[in-house]
């Protein structure tokens, strides 16, 4: 009996020695792994280091005298810093009136393309009707031709409504495109048609099907679309250059395209009324952060 005691108390010890050391061996591996794997780290902050160095210039170009940025010798902090380059910007700009205006053509431009582009898109992925692959096919070929070539049209045409220096003759060519239509289709696409012949035997309608089945689906599409279009219509440069001769009247990419000359460059004004400009949108990105780079993984859009 004591025998038997004993044996069992030897196999139990040798268990739990066993288990101590598979729990070590455990504990070391991510350690070990982890340890082999520093370099990864080294090259991903040294790649973000690169990207980012861009933007810290120009921060350091912002606050800085002209004299300093043109000097053939790269002045890399400055010794004192030109807080002033940033209140000349609404000197020399109506900066208020320009930022108005941006944030207008950009909220017009998304709200429009969400809404037209994403009807369209269900249109040619979900209905059938006569002449829907020409129709689709005339769409997407304007991906085909750069805009400049019907620049010209596009002008006579806001010229003849008489929407010169209007805010309507910026927006209107951009409240619809073939690149939002192609997106939004093939996310409808991808759909599975089940969903549709479910709603339709609960006796919904195609828009009720669309409203309350398809569009919640399609939510991470129209979040790369919506993202899409408010940089594409932030930054537009030449088209408001077009049709906008008064300052007041620009938004900010064409303000800040005022700001240089053909004899001289104020670099320092340059680079403050730039990163004045693109501060709204990078606060934007920064809040709704999560929520872009999900919209992008989900669509698959690079």
Request: net charge positive; charged share 15%; hydrophobic share 55%.
């Amino acid at each position: 009996m004591t025998g038997t005691v004993d044996a069992r108390g030897s196999r139990v010890a040798a268990a739990t020695r066993a288990a101590g050391r598979t729990r070590a061996t455990t504990a070391a591996r991510p350690g070990r792994r982890g340890g082999s794997r520093w370099w990864i780290h080294v090259v991903l902050g040294i790649g973000g280091f690169v990207m980012a160095f861009p933007f810290l210039w120009q921060i350091v170009m912002a606050l800085s005298t002209n004299a300093q940025v043109t000097s053939p010798t790269p002045t890399f902090w400055p010794g004192e810093l030109q807080w002033g380059n940033f209140a000349r910007v609404f000197e020399r700009l109506p900066f208020l009136d320009q930022l108005a205006t941006s944030i207008w053509v950009t909220l017009i431009r998304t709200l429009a393309q969400i809404v037209l582009c994403t009807l369209a898109g269900y249109a040619f992925a979900r209905m059938r009707f006569r002449g829907r692959a020409i129709i689709l096919g005339i769409v997407l070929s304007i991906l085909l031709v750069p805009s400049q070539v019907y620049l010209i049209s596009q002008y006579q045409i806001v010229q003849g409504l008489g929407w010169l220096d209007t805010l309507a003759g910026i927006v209107a060519p951009g409240l619809f495109s073939a690149f939002g239509t192609f997106l939004m289709r093939t996310a409808f696409l991808n759909m599975p048609a089940e969903l549709e012949e479910a709603a339709r035997m609960d006796g919904a309608n195609p828009f009720q099907t669309f409203w309350r089945i398809m569009l919640p689906l399609a939510r991470p599409s129209i979040s790369v679309l919506a993202i899409t279009t408010v940089l594409w219509s932030w930054n537009e440069l030449l088209w408001p250059l077009v049709v906008s001769t008064r300052a007041e009247d620009m938004p900010l990419a064409a303000g800040l395209a005022t700001l240089s000359s053909d004899r001289t460059i104020d670099y320092p004004l340059l680079m403050a009324a730039s990163l004045m400009a693109m501060a709204p949108v990078l606060v934007l990105f920064i809040v709704l952060q999560r929520r872009v780079i999900d919209g992008l993984a989900s669509s698959g859009l690079k």
